[in-house]
């Protein structure tokens, strides 16, 4: 079986923007709290609601806005504690907390923790969750190995030169806490930003977007890099809940992956263009990592508008965009 540690290394082949195409305020290669934050919600919140579970976030007054860490590093860190602290609790809360603190030595460090009000766990199982192939066998009930990408997770936060740690009580909930040092030239001045991040001029400001992918952490990633530079963006899992938005929601592009449970991308699109509906012309541009569908006259036969390879690069996704929509369109307000 192929080991678990490979796991985020297929993910960014597949996700990730590649370092030497990053633009140099692109939000890939910069860490960005509140925007990692708006998305890592949006994405849960639905499950969370689902279990009857509130989801709050908090961000200290003085937390930097902007660091120079490994954006996406840190998303899938978070993401994962996320995912985890909504699989096991079961009612109360999950809360994002991010605040900073000056040790005694006068170094500053950031702490993004999850909180649940799960079942909790003993100190000793604290320690044991971080290892590859653990056994969940609290109660004296092995009931097996358990997947809950802490191990990963540790492993690149030893990467950035940071740590993940745990506290829990049983029957108290749990906290897991990413706690990273951060020098002066670690902050980086959110103005230099500004123009980047509310540059609606990039000609998409009213164009709104579905995102149809399983991954959540794809869904993760798109959002980041491309939530300030179009209108809305919604998020499918399948095929089915894609309908679902079109349905309810003005969605004018969608980038549909094609491999996915339940309802595929391939069948996703016969059935939208097959649709009477107003939206069954909506523009659908593929994303895969597949070679086999990265052939535009073979996207466009089964009714894609175009297609894109993955890893995802932002400009290429922004340009392919924009040539499906004439120039009032774009520069409409209101």
Not at 54 to 72: G, M, Q, V, W
Not at 232 to 251: H, M, Q
Not at 274 to 300: F, G, N
């Amino acid at each position: 079986m192929e080991n678990r540690a490979n796991t985020y290394g297929d993910m960014t082949r597949q996700c990730k923007l590649p370092v030497d195409n990053l633009e140099t305020n692109d939000p890939g290669q910069v860490f960005l709290i509140e925007q990692t934050m708006t998305s890592i919600k949006s994405i849960w919140e639905r499950q969370a609601r689902a279990k009857n579970l509130a989801f709050e976030t908090f961000i200290e007054k003085d937390f930097p806005r902007s660091l120079n860490f490994d954006s996406l590093k840190l998303q899938y860190c978070l993401n994962n504690l996320v995912s985890n602290a909504i699989k096991y609790t079961f009612k109360g809360q999950i809360r994002i907390l991010a605040n900073h603190f000056i040790s005694s030595k006068d170094q500053r460090y950031i702490v993004i923790s999850v909180q649940d009000t799960g079942c909790g766990m003993s100190s000793d199982f604290c320690e044991q969750i971080f290892s590859h192939n653990h056994k969940l066998n609290e109660g004296k009930n092995i009931i097996g190995v358990v997947d809950t990408g802490l191990p990963i997770t540790r492993e690149l936060m030893n990467e950035l030169g940071g740590k993940v740690i745990a506290k829990s009580q049983p029957g108290k909930g749990s906290t897991f806490s990413l706690i990273l040092r951060i020098n002066r030239e670690d902050i980086l001045d959110v103005t230099t930003f500004n123009t980047s991040r509310s540059d609606k001029n990039s000609g998409l400001a009213n164009i709104n977007l579905l995102v149809v992918d399983d991954y959540n952490l794809n869904q993760l990633t798109i959002k980041t890099l491309l939530q300030d530079k179009v209108g809305k963006i919604f998020i499918a899992s399948n095929g089915f809940e894609a309908l679902e938005v079109l349905n309810s929601c003005p969605v004018d592009v969608i980038l549909m992956d094609i491999h996915m449970p339940v309802l595929d991308g391939i069948e996703t699109t016969l059935r939208i263009r097959e649709s009477t509906q107003k939206w069954s012309d909506v523009v659908i541009i593929a994303l895969t990592a597949d070679p086999q569908y990265q052939h535009i006259d073979l996207c466009r036969k089964i009714g894609m508008n175009a297609t894109l390879s993955k890893p995802i690069k932002r400009n290429e996704i922004l340009n392919v965009m924009r040539t499906f929509f004439a120039p009032a369109r774009l520069d409409k307000t209101g």
